[in-house]
């Protein structure tokens, strides 16, 4: 049966149509995968310093951070993507902290929370870690000493943004 014109024209446009292109379903997988994995964040808060006080004030219900997904701290490295690191560090604690960040399988990702652990802060000397990031690689750094609720619920939200976008990329070097 010879077919007319406009299913001729019906059947070019489903051809030339998104669904027919290279990497349509896999794209289409990644962004499911990127919006579940953005809202069960499930947070491993290494804590050593006085930033934890705030850490604890945005945890309680006051600031919800359950509308995000990460209201559920996890005390087990293999069970967390999300090392909140909160807090001065020593370089005599620099190897736990790498330790629980290696302790944890991919994909994850790493919060500096605190000037302490982004630079330093105003602890400038020899026993202080100059910025975690000298150890481990940070996705976000929430600045402050110590941060405003505020700013720790910017951090999470471009924290969110960045796990959406990560696909199934590991970190460089992985
Ligand atoms: S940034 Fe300020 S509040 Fe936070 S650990 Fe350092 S000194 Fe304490």
């Not at 007319?4 to 998104?18: C, D, F, G, M, V």
């Amino acid at each position: 049966m010879e077919l007319t014109a406009p299913q001729k024209e019906n059947i070019q446009k489903i051809e030339h149509s998104n669904l027919f292109t290279p990497g349509f379903f896999s794209s289409k997988v990644s962004e499911v995968v990127g919006w579940a994995r953005k809202n069960s964040i499930f947070q491993f808060p290494m804590v050593t310093a006085c930033c934890g006080m705030e850490y604890m004030s945005v945890a309680c219900s006051h600031y919800d951070i359950d509308r995000f997904g990460a209201g559920f701290p996890r005390f087990s490295p293999r069970q967390s993507d999300v090392l909140f690191v909160v807090g001065t560090i020593s370089h005599k604690m620099a190897p736990v902290m790498k330790r629980i960040y290696e302790q944890m399988t991919e994909p994850k990702w790493v919060v500096a929370f605190g000037v302490c652990t982004c630079t330093g802060g105003f602890y400038d000397n020899y026993a202080t870690v100059q910025g975690i990031d000298t150890i481990i690689p940070v996705d976000v750094y929430i600045p402050g000493c110590p941060p405003r609720p505020e700013t720790v619920i910017d951090g999470l939200i471009k924290l969110q943004e960045k796990i959406e976008h990560s696909g199934f990329e590991s970190r460089p070097g992985k």
